[in-house]
């Protein structure tokens, strides 16, 4: 499905969202967008009641790999969705009309299991939004594709894109 034409959203300015990165805005009239998701996550919170939303693109699924040392947050599954959730409910969200989507965790390469990123950040996902509660309402992730998202912040939808097909909308 291709978004049709909204005067009130055509001129919306994109806030981007880096490799272990992530970000949120109060402001309605924007977009949250990360490019090129492979075997990473972008996941996205979004509360339409107060239209505050916000992005994580995680690369692995776990700090635990660092042993004491200091990290990025947002590197990781387990250290970066908290850190998002925190400064979403520190902006006036609240957690409960919170609706998360996840995306990516795609297999790009033919590889063995030891290095099978994508599904193992797939499984912590699932393990976190679990423990957390987290009201997960679209799974667009795995495959051998990347994927870029923009999140509407007005509406909430996620626009994808797939190389060599149409955006669609989850």
């Known amino acids: 499905m291709v978004p049709s ?9 994109t806030i981007i969202v880096g490799v272990a990165d ?3 805005s109060t402001e309605p009239a924007t977009y949250i967008a990360t490019h090129a998701l492979g075997s990473c996550l972008g996941i996205t919170f979004h509360d339409a009641k107060r239209r505050i939303g916000g992005m994580l693109h995680a690369m692995l699924p776990t700090s635990k790999i660092t042993q004491g040392e200091k990290i990025r947050e947002a590197m990781f599954l387990d250290t970066g969705i908290p850190k998002l959730l925190t400064a979403l409910i520190r902006a006036g969200a609240k957690k409960a009309d919170i609706c998360c989507k996840v995306f990516g965790g795609a297999q790009l390469m033919a590889t063995d299991n030891f290095f099978r990123i ?3 950040n797939i499984d912590m996902f699932y393990r976190l939004s679990q423990e957390m509660d987290l009201d997960v309402v679209s799974w667009e992730v795995s495959g051998r594709v990347n994927r870029t998202i923009r999140l509407n912040n ?3 939808d996620v626009i994808v894109k797939i190389p060599s097909k149409p955006e669609f909308i989850r």
Do not use: D, E, F
């Open 5 to 13: 034409y909204n005067p009130a959203t055509a001129q919306m300015p």
């Open 22 to 24: 992530l970000k949120i």
């Open 118 to 120: 994508g599904s193992k």
């Open 154 to 156: 007005l509406t909430g």
